[in-house]
């Protein structure tokens, strides 16, 4: 495939850095382009808006400049419709909808459009005559036949998934027969949407972005993932997401989700829908929601807020066109001696039509010096026309229209006039121009154009806006709308009059909130801001892709094995050792709560512990009766408590905790941790000797995250908030610690005793360090690095050499990895350890570690030749260690294999 002429930027050191120097580069090739004007010649559409074919190909096939990146735009909807004249000839329209108007205000990017065109053509050469045509376009079709598009389109669309993302249950009468034809719909919602996918792959080329839109394409992103997982792939929702309670109502509700998740970027209109989106991965796929989006095994799916706009300019300048003029002119003249009310949708359901009439019906019922004075234009644009609940609501609109005419209309004129076709840009504009008050009642709304654009048109007249709060606009422009309930007929009844009565001066102000608004956010920067979040997306997927170790070569970590003489093994106990825990097992049942060593290790730990050239440590967080009961039979070294207890399995425990260790806290965090887990079912906490922890993993993960949350708090403000501790958060639980409690702050003193108590001659040459630790101990795994700088290198750190240690105790410094603070941090504690000697038990621990052995003068205790370490972490995106090990299945497997070339203490 040839690459197109897009150049990416050289990678900005920060996300602020790369949107302002976009913003910049935006700024600076309009400056180029020269006037503003020339913007238009890259766009689907002109000035001068495109009423035929001629204009809209001459408008489209612009020259390709090098600079602009390509982007294919995949939605349901060309942004023009065909209608067949001749065996090969079309008559191309612009198609209605936001969405259309929305995209093309488009010019950032040399874009082409794939899509339906919204007519079936069934013959291959209507199909070669169509594609030739659209291709003057930049659009290319996808044919879906009848059937697909009366399954898919009017089927699983537009009866199922637009009135549940819009809140609207399905009719009583017709969700028996939805619920029997849901399956053969959503089979041909994926059919359709792999054609869909089919002709993406046939037209990209490597660096295209591809923006997906719209409830149509919910599984688009996926299968252009599995063809090519490089894809740029955006999704954007143009309809609310709803709540999960409404998604999880869904019989796909879970596939659904997870092909969205396949892309890279998904945006939606407002943070309410992002939230909504988030928390149902969380609750419906059980994946975790995180401040930048949704997270899957390593894979994030950024989600974020990009509420679009209008080509602002475009409606602005049509208003002094001669012909908006004229027709504003007739307008006036028309309606002169009375106020001009407006209402521009779509037929649909969500639009709040009868809601609409029905207010305007109160209003004239209760102020009747106003019946001759008002008039309530109503454009309804007839769409899905195919789908019954549609044909349903013309007749029900009609009706209504009609009673309130017959009602209040006189001979020579009716309060109401009714259109139901759609009007050409310009009339619009003219329309919107000449109206007083704009009267949005949609009962859900993604976002609301034509309230932007009414108020784009309203410059002069600075009329007045009645807003549902239940479009997404209500978030953008209810600082001068009037908000208002659409169910509430008596409200927004009492908003008209408002609206008709209102002061000049208070329209003024309203007015200029929102122009100010609709003028600054524009379509162009909605996208623009789309694609760069796009391409930073990607960018940084790569560099996050680039911190995720590779798995664990298991062939060379057992030929180094076999190969070695003293072998050392550190192995975490939860999560690494047990079996798996996926929380809730079927049933909602809980799983058990005690951790068990997995069945399967029990052998091969055996064959290990037993093998007299290697030394094996389970260092957990986990209490020390829990460690003893798990692997009191093996011979073991147990380091309880994140190694501030330790044992070898023949001997007692010793304790390396600092004597002076304060723990008053303890209490009163103990109250807070009773508190939530009181009120988290399925949630517990354990209180262990040096550390207290609060564990969700059961729970309900969206109520323990906000719990979580809420018990931060309470700490925070509370028990914690002068005493030296560390708040340790781990995926599904809430640790508080003594500061200097970690793993990797303990396990230079483990190993000097190890060293002592084996009274070992040569040095370790083999260390394997396999955890599923918290962030915090992962230092842990950089103990052992080899090429970490010298001066705080564990090598170092770890040379038993009197000649080198200028007191009688061993310095082991805790760890030198991150941050001077941090060493800083593990020094002091340490040091804690190292001056007190109160203690008969911490002095003991002291003493062995004073008296450690050493080897030969000057030798270092550690000599793993670089490649003879091998520390892994399990189940983890990003780690610190050298390598992966997916899961419990990995290390038994590896395990086993190591016991297999180990020796007893016989042979
Ligand atoms: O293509 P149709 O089935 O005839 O429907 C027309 C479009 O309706 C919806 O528009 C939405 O997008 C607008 C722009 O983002 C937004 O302002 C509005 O609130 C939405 O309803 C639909 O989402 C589009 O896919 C359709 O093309
Ligand atoms: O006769 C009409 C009526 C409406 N529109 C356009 O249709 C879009 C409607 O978008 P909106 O976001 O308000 O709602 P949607 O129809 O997408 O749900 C707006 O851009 C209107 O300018 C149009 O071109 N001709």
Redesign the pocket.
């Known amino acids: 495939m040839p690459g197109n002429n897009y150049c990416p930027p050289l990678t900005p050191r920060s996300r602020l850095e790369r949107l302002l120097r976009e913003r910049e580069l935006r700024k600076s090739s309009r400056y180029i382009d020269g006037n503003k004007d020339a913007e238009y010649n890259d766009s689907f559409i002109s000035e001068n808006d495109v009423q035929n074919e001629e204009e809209f190909a001459e408008t489209a096939v612009a020259d390709e400049r090098p600079r602009k990146q390509r982007l294919l735009v995949v939605a349901n909807r060309l942004p023009v419709s065909a209608v067949r004249e001749g065996v090969d000839s079309y008559h191309l329209e612009?198609s209605?909808?936001?969405?259309?108007?929305?995209l093309l205000g488009v010019k950032e990017f040399d874009t082409r459009w794939i899509g339906w065109a919204g007519v079936n053509v069934p013959d291959e050469v209507g199909q070669r005559a169509l594609t030739k045509a659209l291709a003057e376009m930049r659009c290319i079709p996808v044919f879906l036949d009848e059937e697909i598009v009366n399954e898919y389109y009017n089927g699983y669309c537009n009866n199922i998934l637009w009135p549940l993302f819009h809140y609207l249950g399905l009719p009583q009468e017709d969700r028996l027969a939805t619920t029997r034809s849901f399956q053969t719909q959503f089979d041909a919602y994926k059919k359709a949407n792999q054609m869909f996918a089919d002709v993406v792959n046939k037209h990209y080329e490597d660096g295209d972005v591809v923006w997906c839109h719209d409830y149509h394409l919910m599984f688009l992103p996926r299968c252009l993932k599995e063809y090519n997982d490089k894809m740029k792939v955006g999704w954007f929702l143009?309809?609310p997401f709803p709540s999960s309670e409404i998604h999880r109502t869904l019989p796909s509700r879970s596939e659904l989700l997870r092909s969205v998740l396949a892309a890279d970027l998904v945006g939606f209109h407002t943070y309410d829908y992002a939230r909504h989106f988030v928390s149902a991965c969380t609750r419906i796929l059980g994946i975790e929601g995180t401040p930048e989006g949704v997270e899957d095994q390593g894979k994030l799916t950024r989600v974020a807020a990009f509420p679009?706009g209008?080509d602002s300019e475009r409606f602005i300048r049509a208003l002094d066109l001669p012909e908006v003029q004229n027709r504003m002119k007739e307008l006036k003249e028309r309606f002169a001696g009375r106020k001009v009310m407006l209402g521009?949708?779509?037929l649909?359901m969500?639009?709040g039509i009868p809601q609409k009439i029905l207010a305007f019906e109160k209003f004239l019922e209760e102020n009747s010096h106003w019946r001759d004075k008002v008039v309530l234009l109503q454009?309804a644009?007839p769409?899905r026309t195919n789908v019954p609940e549609y044909q349903k609501l013309t007749s029900q609109v009609h009706e209504i229209v009609g009673r309130i005419n017959g009602r209040f209309g006189t001979l020579t004129a009716v309060p109401i006039h009714h259109l139901d076709?759609?009007?050409?840009?310009h009339?619009?504009c003219a329309l919107y121009a000449a109206t007083d008050v704009a009267l949005?009642t949609?009962l859900r709304?993604?976002?609301?154009?034509?309230?932007?654009?009414f108020v784009a048109c309203q410059a002069s007249k600075k009329g007045v806006l009645i807003l549902s709060e239940f479009a997404g606009a209500a978030q953008s422009l209810g600082a001068g709308a009037i908000l208002v309930n659409p169910w509430n007929i008596t409200e927004v009844a009492a908003s008209i009059g408002y609206a008709l009565d209102m002061p000049a001066d208070e329209r003024e102000k309203r007015h200029q909130f929102n122009f100010k608004h609709v003028t600054t956010h524009t379509s162009q920067e909605w996208a623009a801001t789309f694609v760069s979040e796009l391409n930073d997306t990607i960018v940084e997927a790569q560099l996050r892709t680039r911190q995720v170790p590779p798995l664990l070569p298991n062939k060379v970590a057992v030929d180094c094995y076999s190969k070695s003489n003293n072998r050392l093994i550190i192995l975490g106990f939860n999560a690494t050792l047990t079996e798996p825990v996926d929380g809730l097992g079927s049933g909602g049942q809980i799983k058990e709560l005690e951790l068990k060593v997995h069945p399967d290790l029990k052998e091969p730990l055996k064959k290990l512990s037993d093998d007299p050239k290697t030394t094996i440590v389970v260092l957990s967080g986990s209490g020390r009766a829990v460690l003893d009961k798990n692997f009191g039979e093996y011979n073991m070294w147990l380091a309880a408590e994140n190694g501030m207890f330790l044992r070898l399995t023949s001997s007692e425990w010793m304790t390396t905790m600092p004597e002076n260790l304060n723990m008053d806290w303890v209490d009163s965090v103990k109250h807070v941790f009773e508190y939530f887990t009181e009120r988290t079912p399925r949630s517990h906490f354990e209180l262990r000797e040096t550390s207290i922890i609060w564990n969700y993993k059961y729970a309900d993960v969206e109520f323990g995250r906000l719990q979580a949350k809420d018990l931060l708090q309470h700490l925070w403000t509370g028990p914690i908030s002068n005493a030296s501790l560390d708040v340790v958060q781990g995926g599904r639980s809430v640790e508080v610690r003594a500061v200097g409690v970690s793993k990797g702050a303990a396990i230079d003193r483990i190993l000097g005793e190890i060293v002592h108590n084996k009274g070992m001659k040569e040095p370790i040459d083999y260390v394997l360090c396999i955890g599923h630790f918290l962030a915090k101990d992962e230092d842990v795994y950089k103990f052992f690095e080899p090429e970490l700088p010298s001066e705080s290198s564990p090598m170092a750190r770890a040379m038993i050499s009197n000649s080198y240690r200028p007191s009688s105790l061993p310095r082991f410094s805790a760890s030198k990895s991150g941050s001077k603070a941090s060493h800083y941090k593990k020094q002091r504690s340490l040091s804690n350890i190292e001056i007190d000697r109160a203690s008969d038990r911490a002095s003991a621990w002291r003493q062995t570690g004073r008296d450690r052995i050493s080897l030969n003068e000057g030798s270092s205790v550690l000599d793993l030749k670089g490649d003879n370490y091998f520390s892994c972490a399990v189940a983890r995106k990003r780690s610190s260690a050298r390598y992966l090990l997916k899961t419990s299945h990995d290390i038994v497997s590896l395990l086993s294999d190591l016991a297999d070339h180990s020796s007893s203490p016989s042979t």
Not at 445 to 453: P, W
């Open positions: 612009i209605v909808g936001g969405l259309v108007s929305a143009h309809t679009i209008i521009v949708d779509r649909d969500i639009k454009i644009v769409t076709r759609s009007l050409d840009f009339a619009l949005v949609s709304d993604g976002m609301n154009l034509v309230s932007y654009e």
